[in-house]
T-cell receptor
Framework: RKEVEQDPGPFNVPEGATVAFNCTYSNSASQSFFWYRQDCRKEPKLLMSVYSSGNEDGRFTAQLNRASQYISLLIRDSKLSDSATYLCSTSGGSNYKLTFGKGTLLTVNP | GAVVSQHPSWVICKSGTSVKIECRSLDFQATTMFWYRQFPKQSLMLMATSNEGSKATYEQGVEKDKFLINHASLTLSTLTVTSAHPEDSSFYIC????????????FGDGTRLSIL
């Protein structure tokens, strides 16, 4: 089983739609959780950290369920500029290296 | 915000050439830097973890003699791909983190390496 698994996608949604990304992780020692976005042929950029209490940043909401080892990202009122690959990542263990999922490609259509 | 600069952005070389990639944290001290490789449509794969002033820790399957990592200062790490071959062509990305392990990593803008 892969350490971090995401919805395979791709997702194609119209502007204004709400889209949800799901992610599960297998390492129960994981202690930090993040969502990154990666544009085509570019480096990943941090979108938001994910906290146990859940957190929101504008149109983006992240949730963490430690018991289920599940992380989610919700994008409301999606924009064309939200089109990218969304990467779920966890950090933990002896050197707190990041482990990434394969990513889910989102395309928002006009 | 935290800025990480990576250089060069693109490299095209003949087979057998050694290629050096630099990763710099511009506005913070990076006690730990990470090197990743990403093949098309694949996830980021960690190659090695580099701590300032000590030897890098390589992931399983990554040849330390082929991918030389130096982290001589708190703002600079280098990756040298020695005697590169076409199968080494990939997108190489570094990231840096301050001493606080809970903090996210910030990525350089990547180096696209093409070996002919």
């Amino acid at each position: 089983r892969k350490e971090v698994e995401q919805d395979p996608g791709p997702f194609n949604v119209p502007e204004g739609a709400t889209v949800a990304f799901n992610c599960t992780y297998s390492n129960s020692a994981s202690q930090s959780f993040f969502w990154y976005r990666q544009d085509c042929r570019k480096e990943p950029k941090l979108l938001m950290s994910v906290y146990s209490s859940g957190n929101e940043d504008g149109r983006f909401t992240a949730q963490l369920n430690r018991a289920s080892q599940y992380i989610s990202l919700l994008i409301r009122d999606s924009k064309l500029s939200d089109s990218a690959t969304y990467l779920c990542s966890t950090s933990g263990g002896s050197n707190y290296k990041l482990t990434f999922g394969k990513g889910t490609l989102l395309t928002v259509n006009p | 915000g935290a800025v990480v600069s990576q250089h060069p952005s693109w490299v095209i070389c003949k087979s057998g050439t050694s290629v050096k990639i630099e990763c710099r944290s511009l506005d913070f001290q990076a006690t730990t830097m990470f090197w990743y490789r990403q093949f098309p449509k694949q996830s980021l794969m960690l190659m090695a973890t580099s701590n300032e002033g000590s030897k890098a820790t390589y992931e399983q399957g990554v040849e330390k003699d082929k991918f030389l990592i130096n982290h001589a200062s708190l703002t600079l790490s280098t990756l040298t791909v020695t005697s590169a071959h076409p199968e080494d062509s990939s997108f190489y990305i570094c990231s840096a983190r301050s001493g606080e392990w809970r903090q996210p990593q910030h990525f350089g803008d990547g180096t696209r390496l093409s070996i002919l």
